[in-house]
């Protein structure tokens, strides 16, 4: 057997682990209403296709390219490209980055209301559209949550892979999925919470557009932690002798399921209540889900509200930790730099680059009114759409790219055989090889070079 370098102590642990990475905001906020709002049944359909076609492959990929290496992403762009292709992990690390920048003031939000729900009056306000509008405008409360949310964090990465990583997803995964189950079961008891299910998963074919294509092949790339390497830093962390097709199989299928739940918990909790439909829109969470806790009455308000809000903070916050470690990892193999130093110097850099984004909600005007693309944005906005929305996919790309044409699909072949001696000629590995070589690159470029124009050029390209 193969040395590996010190990680994760069993298949489980990585699955926990990837499958933390990857449920998080995304799954949670953003799939139930792109999905209730884009053709319900029809659009799951469409995702399912992209998280097959683009997800699966491009994740194993990540992964074997990780723990191929055993090294973080910059490490492994120069082991397996040449070194002059190391700066495409950088990328990725500067990436991962500022993507933490924002993902931990939205992660703020969900834990400070938490906080305010469980402990606080803040279900008992008479306007939670109003009140969420002032939250976030608020320099204190966005300060001390975000830090919190911060140090959370690096209180995790700063344990390392196994103490801290491991130990941590495998505690927090299974509370993520019974908080889940629990509430889907109580809000499938709410009056008109069928209406609701039919209403998220009837197929309504005429609202697929191209548009629609592409949001559902961003979506599940997003959704999938994928383009910026934070598989390949996982990966690298996987013992020799685990097979990686389970794991990235376990990972792809846990995502997906926790997304589609949550639309099984979202759409009856907006139907029980009597709001539109359209309520079921970007603003769900933070403004409308508090009037329809409210509406449960004091106790119970408190206690599904309370259960909501850590749900999404517990997701959010396995999703925030493998976003540091990215860049941690990179000093700690790259530069040599100890772990300690690494995750405390990177989590305040962090930090100070995601205040302007905590202040563009109201805060400071110039930072809550930039237009770009013919549209007013907020700064985290801006930083969402140049890292997430258009520097995932083309981080993706590349890495298809570089996979196939400078690693080689044959060197591929060879880490994923180590732990699965059934893979080389298998079907997993005749449609992986065949995805990521001539499907994955193709459609990752129609997500980067569309969202690229329509965020920034206003020019719908579909
Ligand atoms: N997959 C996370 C979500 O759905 O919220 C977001 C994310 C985490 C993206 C980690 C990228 C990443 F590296």
Same mark, same amino acid.
């Given at each position: 057997?193969?040395?590996?370098?010190?990680?994760?102590?069993?298949?489980?642990?990585?699955?926990?682990?990837?499958?933390?990475?990857?449920?998080?905001?995304?799954?949670?906020?953003?799939?139930?209403?792109?999905?209730?709002?884009?053709?319900?049944?029809?659009?799951?359909?469409?995702?399912?296709?992209?998280?097959?076609?683009?997800?699966?492959?491009?994740?194993?990929?990540?992964?074997?390219?990780?723990?191929?290496?055993?090294?973080?992403?910059?490490?492994?762009?120069?082991?397996?490209?040449?070194?002059?292709?190391?700066?495409?992990?950088?990328?990725?690390?500067?990436?991962?980055?500022?993507?933490?920048?924002?993902?931990?003031?939205?992660?703020?939000?969900?834990?400070?209301?938490?906080?305010?729900?469980?402990?606080?009056?803040?279900?008992?306000?008479?306007?939670?559209?109003?009140?969420?509008?002032?939250?976030?405008?608020?320099?204190?409360?966005?300060?001390?949550? +975000?830090? $919190?949310?911060?140090?959370? @964090? /690096? =209180?995790?990465? #700063?344990? %390392?892979?196994?103490?801290?990583?491991?130990?941590? !997803?495998?505690?927090?995964?299974?509370?993520?999925?019974?908080?889940?189950?629990?509430?889907?079961?109580?809000?499938?008891?709410?009056?008109?919470?069928?209406?609701?299910?039919?209403?998220?998963?009837?197929?309504?074919?005429?609202?697929?557009?191209?548009?629609?294509?592409?949001?559902?092949?961003?979506?599940?790339?997003?959704?999938?932690?994928?383009?910026?390497?934070?598989?390949?830093?996982?990966?690298?962390?996987?013992?020799?002798?685990?097979?990686?097709?389970?794991?990235? +199989?376990? $990972?792809?299928?846990?995502? @997906? /399921? =926790?997304?589609? #739940?949550? %639309?099984?918990?979202?759409?009856?909790?907006?139907? !029980?209540?009597?709001?539109?439909?359209?309520?079921?829109?970007?603003?769900?969470?933070?403004?409308?889900?508090?009037?329809?806790?409210?509406?449960?009455?004091?106790?119970?308000?408190?206690?599904?509200?309370?259960?909501?809000?850590?749900?999404?903070?517990?997701?959010?916050?396995?999703?925030?930790?493998?976003?540091?470690?990215?860049?941690?990892?990179?000093?700690?193999?790259?530069?040599?730099?100890?772990?300690?130093?690494?995750?405390?110097?990177?989590?305040?850099?962090?930090?100070?680059?995601?205040?302007?984004?905590?202040?563009?909600?109201?805060?400071?005007?110039?930072?809550?009114?930039?237009?770009?693309?013919?549209?007013?944005?907020?700064?985290?906005?801006?930083?969402?759409?140049?890292?997430?929305?258009?520097?995932?996919?083309?981080?993706?790309?590349?890495?298809?790219?570089?996979?196939?044409?400078?690693?080689?699909?044959?060197?591929?072949?060879?880490?994923?055989?180590?732990?699965?001696?059934?893979?080389?000629?298998?079907?997993?590995?005749?449609?992986?090889?065949?995805?990521?070589?001539?499907?994955?690159?193709?459609?990752?470029?129609?997500?980067?070079?569309?969202?690229?124009?329509?965020?920034?050029?206003?020019?719908?390209?579909?």
């Amino acid at each position: 057997m193969a040395i590996s370098r010190k990680g994760f102590s069993s298949r489980l642990g990585f699955v926990a682990a990837a499958a933390g990475s990857a449920v998080g905001l995304g799954n949670i906020w953003k799939f139930p209403y792109e999905t209730a709002q884009n053709g319900g049944g029809a659009f799951l359909l469409l995702y399912l296709i992209c998280v097959v076609l683009i997800g699966f492959p491009v994740m194993m990929g990540e992964i074997s390219l990780g723990r191929a290496t055993q090294t973080n992403p910059v490490g492994a762009y120069r082991k397996a490209a040449g070194p002059k292709w190391s700066w495409v992990g950088l990328i990725g690390v500067i990436g991962g980055m500022m993507i933490l920048s924002f993902y931990n003031v939205v992660a703020g939000w969900a834990f400070g209301y938490f906080i305010e729900i469980s402990f606080g009056s803040l279900l008992s306000e008479p306007d939670h559209g109003a009140f969420f509008g002032a939250y976030v405008a608020n320099i204190t409360d966005n300060l001390i949550f +975000s830090m $919190v949310f911060m140090v959370l @964090t /690096a =209180v995790v990465v #700063l344990r %390392g892979i196994q103490g801290g990583i491991e130990s941590a !997803s495998k505690l927090l995964m299974p509370l993520l999925f019974l908080i889940l189950i629990g509430l889907i079961i109580y809000a499938l008891t709410l009056p008109n919470a069928m209406a609701g299910i039919s209403y998220y998963l009837l197929p309504d074919f005429s609202k697929i557009q191209l548009s629609t294509i592409n949001s559902a092949m961003g979506q599940a790339f997003f959704s999938l932690s994928l383009g910026m390497g934070a598989l390949i830093t996982y990966g690298s962390y996987i013992p020799k002798d685990d097979n990686v097709t389970a794991s990235a +199989s376990i $990972v792809t299928l846990a995502d @997906t /399921a =926790v997304a589609f #739940l949550a %639309g099984l918990l979202m759409l009856p909790l907006v139907f !029980s209540s009597g709001e539109p439909p359209e309520a079921s829109g970007p603003g769900l969470v933070f403004t409308i889900l508090p009037g329809i806790f409210h509406a449960m009455g004091p106790l119970v308000g408190r206690i599904v509200g309370g259960a909501f809000f850590l749900l999404l903070s517990v997701a959010a916050l396995t999703s925030t930790i493998s976003l540091l470690e990215v860049p941690v990892s990179y000093l700690v193999d790259d530069r040599k730099v100890g772990r300690k130093p690494a995750v405390i110097g990177i989590a305040s850099i962090i930090f100070i680059i995601g205040l302007p984004s905590m202040l563009s909600f109201g805060a400071v005007d110039w930072l809550s009114d930039i237009t770009y693309g013919g549209a007013s944005h907020s700064f985290l906005d801006l930083i969402n759409d140049v890292f997430s929305e258009v520097g995932l996919p083309l981080g993706g790309l590349i890495m298809s790219l570089l996979i196939v044409h400078r690693w080689g699909t044959n060197r591929m072949r060879e880490e994923l055989t180590n732990g699965n001696p059934a893979y080389p000629g298998s079907r997993v590995e005749r449609f992986v090889r065949f995805t990521l070589t001539y499907i994955s690159p193709v459609l990752l470029g129609f997500i980067f070079i569309s969202n690229l124009m329509e965020k920034f050029f206003g020019i719908s390209v579909f």
